[in-house]
């Protein structure tokens, strides 16, 4: 054989061998190693407990992309540091909590904000981050709607919130005063206003009825009022936003009568589900509405209902 | 040229074979490897005990992050009372990488599997509060146990009542027949706290002479609706009962609650062990006699600093190293807290 | 023309190329073979990998079918124990309910997370651990405690639910599993029915299914005998509507395996009824299928390819230079062949065939050229004897002769003779040419030699005396022309040199047999055995002024015109005169055997 045809022979079979080793051994291309992702959900400190089924929601997403999940919780370090830190220190993705002052700029790793409002997401998908939204003026819509049933239109409706910073608090205080301009009172602040309020209440003996806009606030209520069975009799309706386990047992056992809510477990599933499939860069949106719930007694009879309430280990 | 045109396209073949693969490497860079891992295993979250004493690990890997400039990250998981849950949780923290496990064991008898899934991975565990078998304590170098111990609680437990009875009988014997009728809620069978906090407080209270008449006993749990529903009974069948004797503060709560749903009911006395928040309280308002306080921050950061001993990050401070008994378990200083 | 290399423009399917119909031939079959063992390796291979892991996976339902029903039935065999051996006949005021409830409990903490006696109306006669029925339940209106105490003889197994209850921690919850009977109970002496409640825990009755792994990425499932799910390893996305499974369709399938299209995909179920509860355990196994998006698998089919036409080429590399090239190399030495080059170098190469094609066109060459040569020579021998015949045909020299011989005559005024003279010449030349022929009668022949002796005899004035004798039936055979006159014209001017007169030359044809003799017979000076020889091997003229055409012409004519057999022998001994004798076959002449064509 000529040199020339040696050559070529030599290297098609140098090509061969290329191949075979590629495809059939791991010495060059490994198959996807399960690769550990780390991603941090950061919450506020209080917050932990209430979030039980959004971290349960998480937790079972990451066993299924064999990812770590790092809880962080604020104490008094700013949301946006505490992100930066975890960009620091390697994580892959992050799931946070919407807050009004929330700054994501020169987004790292992709970022899903859980309980933005609807419609506060740029229409520009290069805008640095996911997001799952909740309606809050729908949640709050169908809450004063189960509350004007059992209206009897004297009474006061006290509103309590633990600060103005929360998402979608300013909507819901909104849409609130366009629905009752007199009778409504605002009380922000924690247990200590709270208390003062309902003791104000139960001196005036006035009865009232009250909305709780989140869940820090309805517990801090659910403990004032537990104590004592005076607090309770002066209060004719409870109606809250936001639901943990406890509140739902309170629900069951007369102390709240109305709960709006979404799916927590679903929207910690669907944030870890947006993160994967941005970082492997498959087909997948940016962009969830949570569908509201609103939850009473009869509900919890509901099979569907408890189910998405109460998720299964 | 022919002899050179084909050498030149193979050898870009196989370059373009070698570029293409580099390129569809994974693009996901991996953590940086100074961040720990820590693994925190509760048996159940709704142990009041057991909470608070998570939260002060909690707070306590905050101050050692910011004293030693190592970021740490805490993962808490619920086994809600299922050792298998438990076993497959440790599984996955070994899987992760974990650097270290925080292990609040479900059944002590069965702590075997996960420390075999540890030891192979080389991870140390630091159990804490549920003490594993001592053969399984000492399967490993890297086995560490830290508790709150039952003897000296029990014993202390019997001090915060001869105390009292010792300051005026009457005050525990109510009706003041020169008998003091006790109701015994136990923790879990089995559970070396139980045991043990009963053996002791028995003791204490017979070798100092206090004339103690046990009316009933019943396992309780540790758990506070247990606690109550137990009460409830007792109150129905016995109308003299002086004291409640409780291995723990839930508990006591628990037949404290029972109590008050039972509304005329005054002056029975509890006692109960662990010194949780509710039960300080409870103190305060003058519902519960007394408890056994064990100083959680020392709890946790006994905890906390043993574990990253055993992963080389850090020295024990000389408070800590004093205490470890063979160099494998730490007794918690318990206090009695009384109004 | 060079087919060296494989041309498309050349393609044509009547024509192919040895190397080109080789390698279309060889490639189509190698492909259509691979192709098609490929394709029925593949399905033998699904096939079977699906049998296998349905197989296994049969099994594995059976075993988790068999754990369930384990579980139901030891759950059941608490109840019954609880039942018959601590609640039946024993009056509920004492403590032996409570002793007996906590023994099992204890025993089964694992599994059951707590036991209930309810009474008739609703209230909690024994729990074990002790527990408060939750203030604001109407236990009278649940279901379990209706239809147990509808249906006494049954043991009701409720689908997963929320422990409700009882008072416990608020911030919790679990999951459990109701089983419930009616129970009789003794209060007192007083016989009354009441409810035995074993709430399972759920983790742990979920224990069952934990690390079942039906091959392929299967999984199994648990449904209540309307479909409606009891465990499904998805549950929770499920009930959040991010998955879905077709449970109810499952569970009214029968038992065994059923293969169904579900979600676009196909799935193997396997339904197993579990017994008395009438629950149904599916297993979902996908049907076996490549990962055909790996990267590693596209770069493994980009092998295969590569190492296919590896093998395709090196094949027909080996092919050509065993077969086609030799082949093409001799076709191509042919075709130099035919277009006229005899000097093709012929080297045998290749296959065994092929080297033995090359060999026997090599020597077909040789002989080619040789007998090429042959005929070459023998064409310039022929054309060298007719032309030296033509020359005879025309013999200068005699006619100057004979000439000057009739001007002689005529000048000596012996006009008579010179007629003769002339009238002889002219049949003379008339019989040498003979219109062209070269076989003629004997009778011309005769003719032809008279008249040559006639006019010697004239020249040479009676020097010497002939006679020629004929029989009369030899007259119409064939014979030579100018055979008898070369000779006669030896004879003369060889034998009649020296003879003074007494010379005599005699010719005489006769037929024996199937042959004819001509004899010309001189009395001359003979010829030593040397000189016959030497008449008979070489062209020696009898005189330059003669004819031409010497005795061995004559000879290899005869041979030429007649067969190798016949021919002239000379006999002749010095001084004793010579005699030539001519063997012709007795042929008629104008049967055509002889005559020229």
Redesign the interface.
Known sequence: MKTDKKYIWILWFISIVLLFIISQTDLILKEEVPHVYQVSLILDSEDESKYINLKKGVDDAAKKYNIDINLLTLNNITQNAVIYSAEENGTNGIIVLAKNDLEINNKKVPIVVLKSKSGDIIDNPKSGYLSINTDYTGMITKLYNSFEEKFDKNSYIYVFLNNRDISGIEEEIDFLKSKQSSNIIFIEGDEKEFRTAIEDLVHSKNNAYVFSLDKTSTDNLCKIVGASTVYRERIQGFYCIGATTFFLNKLNDGTIDAIATVNEYDEGYLAVEMLMADLKKTNYMSNIDMENMLVNKESLENEEVVKQLFPID | MKKHSFLISMAIFVIIIIVSFISMMSRVAPPKKNVIKIGLCLYRFDDTFISNVRQEIEEYVKEYEKEYGIKINLEVVDARDNQNTQNHQVERFVSLNYDVLLINVVDRFAASNMIETAVGAKIPIVFFNRKPVDDDLNRADNIYYIGAGPKSAGIEQARIIIDAYNENPHSIDINNDGVINYLLLEGEPSHQDSLLRTEWVIKTLQENNIPINKLNGAIGNWERAQGSALMEEWLNEYKDIDLVISNNDDMALGAIDAIERANNITGIKIVGIDGTKEALEAINAGKLLGTIESDKKEYAKAVVEIAMFAIGKSSLPEDIKSKLLDNRTYDVEQIPRKK | MDRGKFSIKKLSIKNLSIQSSIFIYFTVTAIIAIALISLIMFQRFTNSLNATIIEENSGIIGQVGESIDSYLRNSMKISDSIYYNVIKNTDISGNEIKKGM?LIY?NND?MIEDIALISGSGELIE?M????L???INVLEKDFFKKSMAESEYIYFS????R?L??????????VMSLARAVEITDEGKATQAVLLINL????F??LF?NVNLGNGGYIYLTNDRGDIIWHPR???I????FDENNKYAAGLKDGISVENYGGKKVTLNVRTIGYTGWKLVGVTPNATLNIY????R??V??VA??FL?LL?MINAFISDKISNPIKRLDTSVREIESGNLDVDIVPSGSYEVEHLGKSIKNMLGRIKLLMSDLVEEHNAKRKSEFDTLQSQINPHFLYNTLDIIVWMIENEEPDKAVSIVTALAKFFRISLSKGKNIITVKDEIEHVRNYLMIQNMRFKNRFEYSIEADEEVLLYSSLKLMLQPLVENAIYHGMEFMDGDGEIDVKVSKEGESLYFTISDNGLGMSKEMVDKLLSKDIMPSKKGSGIGVKNVNERIKLYFGNEYGLRVESEPDEGTKIIIHLPAAIYGEGKYEDR
């Open positions: 906590n204890v694992n729990s651990p002790a527990l408060r939750k203030d604001n689908m997963p639910h929320i409700n009882f008072d416990q921690n608020e911030s919790s919850y679990s999951w825990n759920y983790v742990f979920e224990e934990s549950q929770n996305e009930y959040s509507g991010r790996g990267i590693k698998f770069f493994f980009v092998f590569d190492l590896f080429a």
